[in-house]
């Protein structure tokens, strides 16, 4: 019998990729699964769950992403300051007009693991409303997603 040892990633040993997404007529939903998978490392041969192991990941035009049914008019995004009425409740369809960002920020933050280390892979996340990003310099690889 052969013994195999389990390679385990070492944060040193790393090598991140840039990725760019268009989410133009993506929904929402299935959008931030796959890329909070990108953003763990899940999509590589090498995952280690306790190693940031995850790829850079920029997603342009979040201001035409797509949400199914009547989530649209009925989802309500809400914040609590902590103080006696400090409860703030805002509709999707303001949300997306006003700040397309931290609708798909919190929809792919939604899907990370509660840790520090998901703290540390969501920082890897850059959104922009339009077609323009400033990290040409990166060299990005486009990647399309069927959602």
């Not at 920020?105 to 922009?128: H, S």
Request: with cysteine; glycine share 6%.
């Amino acid at each position: 019998m052969i013994a195999r040892a389990t390679t385990m990633a070492k944060p040193q040993e790393i090598e991140r990729k840039w990725y760019v997404i268009d989410a133009e007529d993506k929904v929402l939903g299935r959008l931030a699964s796959e890329v909070a998978s990108i953003l763990r490392g899940k999509n590589k041969p090498f995952f280690t769950p306790h190693v940031d192991c995850g790829d850079y990941v920029i997603i342009i035009n979040a201001e035409k992403v797509k949400l199914t049914g009547k989530k649209l008019e009925q989802k309500i995004y809400q914040t609590y300051s902590g103080y006696t009425g400090g409860r703030k409740e805002v509709v999707y369809s303001e949300l997306l007009a006003k700040n397309p960002e931290l609708l798909v920020r919190k929809a792919i933050k939604g899907m990370m693991p509660r840790t520090r280390l998901a703290n540390q892979m969501i920082k890897k996340l850059k959104i922009y409303a339009g077609t323009e990003h400033p990290h040409e310099a990166q060299q990005p690889e486009v990647l399309e997603i069927n959602c």
